[in-house]
């Protein structure tokens, strides 16, 4: 029955990831940790062998919407190993509670900036979901290098 | 790809990748709205690139923790990663048919979510 309710939310989990763009952890860990007991090492560490094996099959899905620039992604994907290291030194060095409340902040300054693109250009129209609505052409907006890229 | 802009996905990579560090979690949440603030991307766009991007750095740090650590519970990722991906198919294909803005203003609250988290939690 457990690994019922767990599959139910790990679905959701994809789902998630699937229409936001995130790996799911943030759902498949508490799945593993809440409903199976696992321990929460042992559940992040088997979350992220779930959001690659997702991320492949979103990507995929993705690409054939014309929804992915690989390019970028690649630039961004193998940069990130140096960031991993970074954050590994930088959480053993700094408060976990300064951390937290520093990445707290950015959040929340993100959410802001999203909030202010979606309501400072208005609603966007539900007959035309295929727009992009929040595309705000620039010298480097990447619009038009989807899945061609 | 001029320099400038390998700098700054470099810049995004790299926040990402602490992140993933810094807290166990996929970089997504720095990356999606990183992509849109900083480089016009549409929503969908930067969350299909977002993907793409997380492959490398889940790979990575699932072969980091499983291959160094043995923390991975290979059978226990595999049964739950069965609809985990049908949930992946199920969402990107909803993502298409609703109006682009929902996905920023969803977005946001799981910005907002994760704050709230952060500092509770």
Not at chain 1, 9 to 35: K, N, S
Not at chain 1, 75 to 86: A, D, E, F, K, Q
Not at chain 1, 105 to 119: E, P
Not at chain 2, 66 to 73: E, L, T
């Amino acid at each position: 029955m457990d690994i019922a309710i767990a599959c139910l939310i790990c679905f959701i989990g994809g789902m998630v990831a699937g229409l936001i763009g995130v790996g799911g952890g943030i759902v498949f860990v508490p799945a593993m940790t809440a409903v199976l007991s696992k321990g929460q090492v042992e559940a992040e560490s088997t979350s992220l062998l779930m959001i690659a094996l997702v991320s492949v099959v979103g990507t995929w899905r993705q690409y054939g919407y014309g929804n992915v620039n690989l390019k970028d992604a690649a630039v961004i994907g193998l940069l990130s190993p140096v960031g991993v290291l970074i954050g590994v030194v930088v959480a053993n060095a700094v408060p976990e509670r300064a951390l937290r409340i520093g990445f707290a902040m950015l959040a929340l300054y993100m959410a802001w900036r999203l909030l202010r693109r979606v309501f400072k250009d208005g609603p966007s129209d539900p007959a035309d979901p295929g727009t992009e609505a929040l595309a705000d052409p620039a010298p480097d907006s990447p619009a038009g290098t989807g899945a061609s890229a | 790809m001029e320099s400038r802009r390998i700098i700054g996905l470099a810049a995004i990579g790299t926040l990402a990748g602490a992140f993933s560090g810094l807290f166990g979690v996929g970089g997504g949440t720095v990356i999606v709205p990183m992509l849109i603030a900083l480089y016009h991307y549409g929503d969908r766009l930067a969350t299909g690139t977002s993907l793409a991007a997380i492959i490398v750095i889940a790979l990575l740090a699932a072969a980091m923790q499983g291959g160094i650590y043995g923390n991975v519970d290979v059978e226990t990722g595999l049964i739950l990663v069965g609809p985990a991906i049908l949930g992946v198919i199920g969402g990107t294909a909803i993502q298409q048919r609703i109006p682009e803005k929902s996905v920023s203003l969803l977005f946001a609250a799981l910005l907002i979510g994760v704050a709230i988290e952060m500092v509770v939690g």
